[in-house]
């Protein structure tokens, strides 16, 4: 199973139960079939944004806020999904465009989006595509090269 299946999984257990540790949710994936470390899921919950909330019983359960934009995402946050998931990165006038992996161009998007730098005016996410609109004082060659180094290929 990818990354992206299993966070995919992550995602619909943590709608589905109220999960208030790592343990349980590593658990609640073994259960089905899915062997991973609590390292993993770690990782996991944080490239998803999970943050704890107060749930009905006043236990604190794993939730992953369904605006994700509102919460700024620290920049080691961002060097590792973009480390993990940008294979190349190109430049025309004030875009930039990234390749990733089938099915991972959102993860990146959301990670950009989320980390509230001005140079970004916007995201678009295909399947392994993501476009990236570069404010018009720095350019896309400054943007790209700046994604470069956040993702290691420079």
């Known amino acids: 199973m990818s990354k992206a299946q299993r966070q995919h999984r992550i995602t619909a257990l943590l709608e589905g139960h109220a999960v208030t540790s790592q343990a349980q949710l590593t658990a609640l994936l073994e259960a089905e079939g899915l062997d991973t470390t609590q390292a993993t899921v770690s ?8 943050i704890k909330v107060r749930g009905p019983g006043g236990e604190t359960v794993y939730a992953i806020p369904e605006h994700p934009v509102d919460r700024i995402a620290p920049e080691d946050h961002l060097r590792r999904v973009m480390s993990d998931w940008v294979a190349d990165v190109n430049h025309s006038l004030n875009l930039v465009v ?16 989320r980390a509230g730098m001005s140079q970004i005016l916007g995201t678009v ?10 404010a018009e004082d720095i350019g896309g060659a400054a943007l790209a ?3 470069r180094v956040l993702a290691g290929l420079d």
């Open 125 to 134: 996410a295909g399947d392994d595509t993501l476009i990236v609109v570069a």
């Open 98 to 113: 990234l390749r990733t992996p089938p099915g991972s161009a959102h993860v990146v998007g959301s990670a950009l989006d």
């Open 145 to 147: 090269q700046r994604l």
């Open 43 to 50: 990782r996991d919950l944080d490239d998803l944004g999970a």
